[in-house]
C-alpha cells in the first residue's frame, strides 16, 4: 500500500466540475492509448495530445505516467465490480445456493464487457509496480465477500473462512478466465455457470 500512496499521494483532486470533466478526459485518452496501441504508447504527451489538454494541464493532475494508469486502474476496478458488490449486500439473507449462479453469471458478465481491465491492462499494469497490485477486483471486493460469507457461516463448513474465500474465489475467476479465453460450442455459458456453481457449493457446503 506504500507504493500506491506514493503514486497516488502527488495527484491534485480535482474539486471543480470543469477539473473532474478534464481529468476524466485525461484517462479516457489513456485507456484509448493502451487498448488499441499499448502501454509504451501511452506516453503524457500523447495522452494529453489525445485528451486535448496541454502536458502542463496532465503535470497538473497526475505527476507521471504510472499515477495516471494507476488512476485509470482504480477507476476501471471500481466501476466494473460495483455491481457484483451491490448484488452481494442484497443477497445477504438468500440462501447461499440460490446465490451462487447468480453471482457467477453477473461476474461474466462484467468480466465480457470489461475485457480490457481483465485481459489487457493487469498485464501492462505489471509495469507501474507494486501498486498494481492492490487495484485487483479481489482486493476492492474483500471486505464485501467477507461479510457476505460471514453472513452464511451456518451454510459454510470450511473451518477456515478466508482459506473459504480463497479457493472459491480464485476457482470462479481461472474458470471463468478459462472459458472466455478458449471459448467453446461444447460448452455454453449456462452450462459452465451450472457446473462452476455446483463445484463451489460442494466445496463450501459439503
Do not use: W
Request: proline share 5%; with cysteine; charged share 25%.
Amino acid at each position: 500500500m506504500k507504493a500506491l500512496e506514493q503514486t497516488t499521494s502527488k495527484r491534485k483532486a480535482p474539486t471543480q466540475p470543469r477539473a473532474r470533466v478534464t481529468v476524466d478526459c485525461i484517462l479516457q485518452a489513456a485507456e484509448l492509448i493502451i487498448s488499441k496501441k499499448g502501454y509504451e504508447y501511452a506516453t503524457t504527451n500523447y495522452i494529453a495530445q489525445v485528451a486535448g489538454v496541454s502536458i502542463g494541464t496532465v503535470y497538473q493532475y497526475f505527476p507521471r505516467k504510472e499515477a495516471i494508469v494507476a488512476a485509470l486502474l482504480e477507476n476501471l476496478v471500481v466501476n466494473s465490480t460495483e455491481p457484483v458488490r451491490k448484488y452481494l449486500l442484497a443477497s445477504m439473507h438468500k440462501p447461499f445456493s440460490e446465490c451462487m449462479p447468480e453471482l457467477i453469471r453477473l461476474v461474466l458478465k462484467n468480466r465480457k464487457k470489461s475485457a480490457f481491465l481483465f485481459r489487457r491492462l493487469p498485464r501492462d499494469a505489471t509495469k507501474i509496480g507494486e501498486e498494481s497490485e492492490q487495484l485487483t477486483p479481489e482486493t476492492f471486493l474483500y471486505s464485501t465477500i467477507h461479510a457476505f460469507f460471514t453472513h452464511h457461516r451456518d451454510e459454510i463448513k470450511v473451518d477456515d473462512i478466508e482459506m473459504a474465500m480463497y479457493v472459491s474465489e480464485y476457482l470462479c475467476v481461472g474458470v471463468i478466465n478459462a472459458h472466455l479465453e478458449d471459448p467453446t460450442p461444447k460448452l455454453t455459458d449456462e452450462q459452465m455457470i451450472e457446473h462452476l456453481s455446483s463445484a463451489v457449493i460442494k466445496y463450501l457446503t459439503k
